[in-house]
C-alpha cells in the first residue's frame, strides 16, 4: 500500500500562483505515470497533468501555458506549478500514479485550490 499526500492547495486571488506537491509514502517502483486530476462541484473529475516515467509531459487544453507538472524521482514527489490562477480552476486536486501494465493505481485524498475572482 502507498500512500499519496497532497499539498500546496488553498486560496489564490485570480492571476495568482500555486504549486501543490505529492509525496508518497514510500519508493514506488515501477511506475508508468503520475498526475495531477481534478475534480469541480458538479463536474466529473478531469486530467489535469501527466510526466511519465519518460519524462513525457500532457496536459489538459484548458491548463496549457499555464500549468507545469514536474518530478523529483529521489523524493518521490510530483509537482503542480500552477501560474495565471483562474476562477474556472476551483477545484479539489488529486494526486495520481500508476504503475506499468496498471499493477497499481494509487490516489491521493485531495487538496482544495479556491481561487477568488
Known amino acids: 500500500q502507498v500512500q499519496l499526500v497532497e499539498s500546496g492547495g488553498g486560496l489564490v486571488r485570480a492571476g495568482g500562483s500555486l504549486r501543490l506537491s505529492c509525496a508518497a509514502s514510500?519508493?514506488?517502483?515501477?511506475?508508468?505515470?503520475m498526475g495531477w486530476y481534478r475534480q469541480a462541484p458538479g463536474k466529473q473529475r478531469e486530467l489535469v497533468a501527466t510526466?511519465?516515467?519518460?519524462?513525457?509531459?500532457n496536459y489538459a487544453d484548458s491548463v496549457k501555458g499555464r500549468f507545469t507538472i514536474s518530478r523529483d524521482n529521489a523524493k518521490n514527489t510530483v509537482y503542480l506549478q500552477m501560474n495565471s490562477l483562474k476562477a474556472e480552476d476551483t477545484a479539489v486536486y488529486y494526486c495520481?500514479?500508476?504503475?506499468?501494465?496498471?499493477?497499481?493505481?494509487?490516489w491521493g485524498q485531495g487538496t482544495q485550490v479556491t481561487v477568488s475572482s
Open positions: 514510500r519508493i514506488i517502483f515501477s511506475v508508468a505515470a
Open positions: 510526466i511519465t516515467s519518460s519524462g513525457s509531459t
Open positions: 495520481n500514479a500508476q504503475g506499468f501494465r496498471l499493477m497499481y493505481d494509487y
